[in-house]
């Protein structure tokens, strides 16, 4: 699964799923959601046909998986204006027919196996997006409406063309950014959402829950962002309506998108960004009870890289629900690839560890606003400093002029400073809350920790302040375990498979990789 860095949309989440043998609970710290329908595993090992995408059913026959994303809705507004989806060697428009008039895939032999994974307690969901460029709104007025097909044909309505038939799902994700289907027959290409991409989605969103106020059962909101935060294009939707879950793509894709913050990185703290998202769900979310997962790939070939082993996963998880309470477990792309090595599902579930409903209580971040008119502060002490994790000597100091991105680092005022999304002009430690203060640099405090008393003045004039986002006090990190391993693998770009998903004569529509 390889996440691309512009933000988009994706998904649908079915019905109440649960631990055990209860109803899911999406309070919990120890789900785990997969997605299944792309083959993903077919799409690199076209041979190995026992391997292949089994049906949705055989996913659901333990307790292991909480929650199952079906991936894709690929195209919203199609022939006959209805949307169209894609599930590979499961279900597509070439191989299963499509309703009368329209080019929606009629997947109502699906509905028993989504009953019965909803009977073991399991959510479905129904991811909204592909790589067609055609999941988008040109208003808040027409997203509305695309709100009231969905909820027609998959959730609580009612329809003549449902592709589910009986089957009713409980929800849907917002996967966020250029998910690219990757179904063959399509052109596989990232969905560039700049200029506008978010228009419209607020309103979708808003008008789903009118729908699902009310109703005899829950329907879970979810979104699959990338761990840049924020999305430059879609971080507005977040903000603007209530998620009960975020899938973030902690997956370090094709080098051009240059995820930092992926998990093959998480003893590196000037990329690994966890806090940032638990701190926007504690203060930028509208549900401050949303749930903050970690996604991965379930294989080395289910992504470009990013992919670590079951034990280095699970210990990250460990970590990260210690330190977290918005922590709600692990999410995998896919099924395919987590079965076909070795039951990576298992592993994880069993590396992860039982949580329960609530997590730690974690310290939050404040955000403060001074005013102060020509303010002079002396002072005439010995300066103590923290120590960073890394010398000043190799980084360049902070210029207005320079324009930074992600993941770039600067020094000011002796620290070593971290930007965690594209800024120009913004100050270090200033209201725009860009930069982590990652603490002194080393270099920095060897030479003048010790340093004779200073005096310092300051004269700010109507200065509003932000303290910036931090860390907890101790940097918590996993043993030894945690650190990547050799198994984690790097690969070239996106190769598309033309095996065969039902017969030698018909092509697999299969996904190695899961852009969004």
Same mark, same amino acid.
């Given at each position: 699964?390889?996440?691309?860095?512009?933000?988009?949309? @994706?998904?649908?989440?079915?019905?109440?799923?649960?631990? %055990?043998?209860?109803?899911?609970?999406?309070?919990?710290?120890?789900?785990?959601? #997969?997605?299944?329908?792309?083959?993903?595993?077919?799409?690199?090992?076209?041979?190995?046909? *026992?391997?292949?995408?089994?049906?949705?059913?055989?996913?659901?026959?333990?307790?292991?998986?909480?929650?199952?994303?079906?991936?894709?809705?690929?195209?919203?507004?199609?022939?006959?204006?209805?949307?169209?989806?894609?599930?590979?060697?499961?279900?597509?428009?070439?191989?299963?027919?499509?309703?009368?008039?329209?080019?929606?895939?009629?997947?109502?032999?699906?509905?028993?196996? #989504?009953?019965?994974? %909803?009977?073991?307690?399991?959510?479905?969901?129904?991811?909204?997006?592909?790589?067609?460029?055609?999941? +988008?709104?040109?208003?808040?007025?027409?997203?509305?409406?695309?709100?009231?097909?969905?909820?027609?044909?998959?959730?609580?309505?009612?329809?003549?063309?449902?592709?589910?038939?009986?089957?009713?799902?409980?929800?849907?994700?917002? $996967?966020?950014?250029?998910?690219?289907?990757?179904?063959?027959?399509?052109?596989? #290409?990232?969905?560039?959402?700049?200029?506008?991409?978010?228009?419209?989605?607020? *309103?979708? $969103?808003?008008? #789903?829950?009118?729908?699902?106020?009310?109703?005899?059962?829950?329907?879970?909101?979810?979104?699959?962002?990338?761990?840049?935060?924020?999305?430059?294009?879609?971080?507005?939707?977040?903000?603007?309506?209530?998620?009960?879950?975020?899938?973030? %793509?902690?997956?370090?894709?094709?080098? %051009?998108?240059?995820?930092?913050?992926?998990?093959?990185?998480?003893?590196?703290?000037?990329?690994?960004?966890?806090?940032?998202?638990?701190?926007?769900?504690?203060?930028?979310?509208?549900?401050?009870?949303?749930?903050?997962?970690?996604?991965?790939?379930?294989?080395?070939?289910?992504?470009?890289?990013?992919?670590?082993?079951?034990?280095?996963?699970?210990?990250?998880?460990?970590?990260?629900?210690?330190?977290?309470?918005?922590?709600?477990?692990?999410?995998?792309?896919?099924?395919?690839?987590?079965?076909?090595?070795?039951?990576?599902?298992?592993?994880?579930?069993?590396?992860?560890?039982?949580?329960?409903?609530?997590?730690?209580?974690?310290?939050?971040?404040?955000?403060?606003?001074?005013?102060?008119?020509?303010?002079?502060?002396? @002072?005439?002490?010995?300066?103590?400093?923290?120590?960073?994790?890394?010398?000043?000597?190799?980084?360049?100091?902070?210029?207005?002029?320079? @324009?930074?991105?992600?993941?770039?680092?600067?020094?000011?005022?002796?620290?070593?400073?971290?930007?965690?999304?594209?800024?120009?002009?913004?100050?270090?430690?200033?209201?725009?809350?860009?930069?982590?203060?990652?603490?002194?640099?080393?270099?920095?405090?060897?030479?003048?920790?010790?340093?004779?008393? $200073?005096?310092?003045?300051?004269?700010?004039?109507?200065?509003?302040?932000?303290?910036?986002?931090?860390?907890?006090?101790?940097?918590?990190? *996993?043993?030894?375990?945690?650190?990547?391993?050799?198994?984690?693998?790097?690969?070239?770009?996106?190769?598309?498979? +033309?095996?065969?998903?039902?017969?030698?004569?018909?092509?697999?529509?299969?996904?190695?990789?899961?852009?969004?």
């Amino acid at each position: 699964m390889v996440f691309s860095s512009r933000s988009f949309l @994706t998904g649908l989440v079915l019905s109440a799923g649960a631990l %055990q043998t209860t109803a899911f609970d999406n309070s919990r710290s120890d789900n785990l959601a #997969i997605y299944y329908g792309q083959n993903s595993y077919g799409a690199t090992h076209g041979s190995d046909t *026992a391997n292949w995408q089994k049906t949705l059913s055989a996913y659901c026959q333990d307790d292991t998986i909480n929650a199952i994303p079906l991936a894709f809705l690929n195209v919203f507004f199609s022939v006959g204006g209805l949307p169209e989806i894609n599930m590979a060697n499961t279900c597509n428009p070439t191989d299963s027919g499509v309703f009368s008039g329209t080019n929606l895939a009629n997947c109502q032999f699906l509905a028993a196996d #989504i009953k019965a994974c %909803q009977a073991k307690g399991k959510i479905i969901t129904l991811s909204l997006g592909g790589a067609t460029g055609a999941a +988008t709104f040109s208003s808040d007025a027409q997203a509305q409406t695309f709100a009231d097909t969905i909820w027609n044909l998959f959730l609580g309505g009612s329809s003549s063309t449902r592709p589910f038939g009986t089957a009713v799902l409980d929800g849907f994700v917002l $996967v966020f950014c250029c998910m690219a289907a990757t179904i063959d027959d399509l052109p596989s #290409i990232d969905l560039d959402i700049e200029g506008g991409g978010s228009t419209g989605f607020a *309103a979708f $969103v808003t008008r #789903i829950r009118s729908h699902a106020s009310g109703a005899s059962k829950p329907y879970y909101v979810t979104a699959a962002p990338q761990c840049v935060f924020p999305d430059a294009y879609l971080g507005t939707v977040l903000n603007a309506v209530a998620f009960d879950a975020i899938y973030v %793509q902690h997956i370090l894709k094709d080098i %051009q998108y240059n995820n930092f913050c992926g998990v093959q990185n998480y003893n590196n703290p000037n990329a690994w960004n966890f806090n940032v998202w638990d701190n926007w769900a504690k203060t930028g979310a509208i549900n401050k009870n949303v749930k903050i997962y970690i996604g991965a790939p379930a294989a080395s070939t289910a992504a470009g890289s990013g992919y670590v082993d079951a034990a280095t996963l699970g210990a990250i998880a460990k970590a990260t629900r210690s330190a977290y309470s918005s922590f709600g477990g692990i999410m995998l792309w896919d099924a395919s690839q987590a079965y076909a090595n070795g039951r990576y599902d298992q592993q994880i579930k069993s590396a992860m560890g039982a949580g329960g409903s609530t997590g730690t209580t974690t310290t939050k971040p404040t955000t403060t606003t001074k005013s102060t008119t020509s303010t002079t502060k002396t @002072t005439s002490t010995t300066p103590t400093t923290t120590v960073g994790t890394g010398s000043c000597s190799t980084v360049s100091a902070w210029s207005a002029a320079t @324009t930074y991105v992600g993941g770039q680092q600067a020094t000011y005022t002796g620290h070593l400073w971290y930007a965690q999304w594209w800024t120009l002009g913004d100050i270090p430690g200033g209201a725009a809350g860009v930069w982590l203060d990652k603490g002194a640099c080393s270099s920095f405090a060897t030479s003048h920790a010790a340093a004779a008393p $200073v005096t310092s003045a300051k004269t700010t004039s109507s200065v509003s302040k932000t303290s910036s986002v931090a860390k907890p006090s101790s940097t918590v990190k *996993a043993s030894s375990a945690v650190k990547p391993s050799s198994s984690v693998k790097a690969s070239s770009a996106p190769a598309k498979s +033309t095996a065969s998903a039902k017969a030698p004569s018909v092509s697999a529509r299969s996904s190695r990789f899961f852009k969004l």
